[in-house]
Every structure is written in structure tokens, then in C-alpha cells.
């Protein structure tokens, strides 16, 4: 029993991680080699695509803004830039088209690299052909700028903190309403216990009286 407990709460902790990791902004800082769009087949992975944009669809094929990046370690990186409108994440994200020619404006070579900072959300998967979705642009001097990602911390601060509310609800929940009825309940087991052996003590005195008189009228 203890081993359900644990594996239950270990998925609980695992599909949240999972949610939030996947939800959070993250930065990068990258130099951005090409901007394009590209008719993809939005399948199985479409729960990851956007779909506010007009005449956008969840699957079939469609056309995809896509921004392409290389770090300063020489590795690539691409996203998608989809508007995210009302639905989720709620980052009420309409801007897309204007991010587009952002990036093509800020695009760089490597003889004379302009670092951006990349804020995105989402995950790079190549069997499902999924990308992270890019919210913002900004010029930084160079690559090794570093972000402190003030909203993650507010809102695992938020998280955390709700948590231990409702714990404290629970705990005190538990404690005034559920233990004094459990009390109840095992106070009225005992008396139906008690209730019980004084009934079968009561019988057995009765049987015994009865197989007395019984010897006494009509002998053993």
C-alpha cells in the first residue's frame, strides 16, 4: 500500500513538472540565421501546434512561421512562431506576424553576429516534429548574457505557497470534521461491541440456568 502511495504521488509530481516545464517561459541567447515559412503536416503532435491564428487549423497541413538560431557553442535551434490569442498558455500572444519581420530584420552572420535573446515556451521533439514557440526578441551586447527568470520564480513561489494553504485547509478540515465523526464511529463499534458481549454473557447464564433445571426435573 505504501508503494501505491508513492508511485501515485511520484506521477502526480512527474504530470505537474512535466506541465509547468512545458508551459514556463525560458530564454535563449542566440544569433538568428533565417526566418521562413514552411507548409507542415501538423499530426499526432498538433496538441503542441497553435491554432488561433485566422484560417489556422490543430492538424492538416498549414503554413508555419518558423525562426531559425545558432548559439555561441555552434549549435542550432529552431522555433515556431505561432500567435497562442486566448487559448493556452495564456500569454495572449497576437503578435506573431510582427515578431516574423522582427527576426528577419535582426537576422546576423557569423562575421558579424547580433546576439538576440530568444523567450519561448514549449519543447523541441523530432519524432513528433514539434517546436518551442517564440514570444519575444530583444538585442542583448553579447552571448554569455544572462536573464534571471523573475516570472518562473514568482510563480513556483505562488505554486509552492498555494500548496501549503490548501495542506493547512486539509490538515484542519481533517482534524475538525472528518477525526471527530471517526470517533464517533469507533465509539459506536466499541458500545455495539460491549452491547454485544454483555448479550452473549447474558445467553450463556440463561443456558446454564436452563441445563441446571433441567437435571433437577428430569435427571442427567
Given at each position: ?30 544569433r538568428i ?95 513528433l516534429s ?46 475538525n470534521r ?43
Amino acid at each position: 500500500m505504501v508503494y501505491v502511495k508513492w508511485i501515485f504521488w511520484g506521477l502526480v509530481v512527474l504530470l505537474l513538472g512535466g506541465f509547468l516545464h512545458y508551459t514556463l517561459p525560458r530564454h535563449d541567447t542566440l544569433r538568428i540565421v533565417e526566418t521562413e515559412v514552411r507548409r507542415v503536416e501538423v499530426g499526432e503532435g498538433s496538441l503542441f501546434w497553435g491554432s488561433s491564428e485566422p484560417g489556422a487549423v490543430t492538424a492538416g497541413n498549414r503554413d508555419v512561421k518558423f525562426i531559425s538560431g545558432v548559439r555561441d557553442s555552434g549549435r542550432t535551434k529552431v522555433f515556431r512562431n505561432e500567435d497562442t490569442g486566448w487559448g493556452w498558455p495564456p500569454y495572449m500572444k497576437f503578435n506573431s506576424a510582427d515578431l516574423q519581420a522582427r527576426a528577419a530584420d535582426l537576422t546576423s552572420t557569423q562575421d558579424a553576429p547580433r546576439w538576440i535573446l530568444v523567450k519561448s515556451y514549449g519543447w523541441r521533439n523530432q519524432l513528433l516534429s514539434v517546436f518551442p514557440n517564440v514570444l519575444s526578441l530583444k538585442e542583448v551586447p553579447g552571448p554569455d548574457h544572462r536573464v534571471i527568470p523573475v516570472f518562473n520564480i514568482l510563480v513556483l513561489t505562488g505554486l509552492a505557497a498555494l500548496v501549503l494553504v490548501i495542506r493547512a485547509f486539509l490538515k484542519r478540515f481533517w482534524t475538525n470534521r472528518v477525526d471527530p465523526v471517526v470517533e464517533d464511529v469507533a465509539s459506536a463499534f466499541d458500545a455495539a461491541d460491549d452491547h454485544m458481549d454483555a448479550a452473549g454473557r447474558r445467553f450463556r447464564g440463561r443456558r446454564e440456568k436452563f441445563r441446571e433445571w433441567w437435571v433437577e426435573t428430569f435427571g442427567g
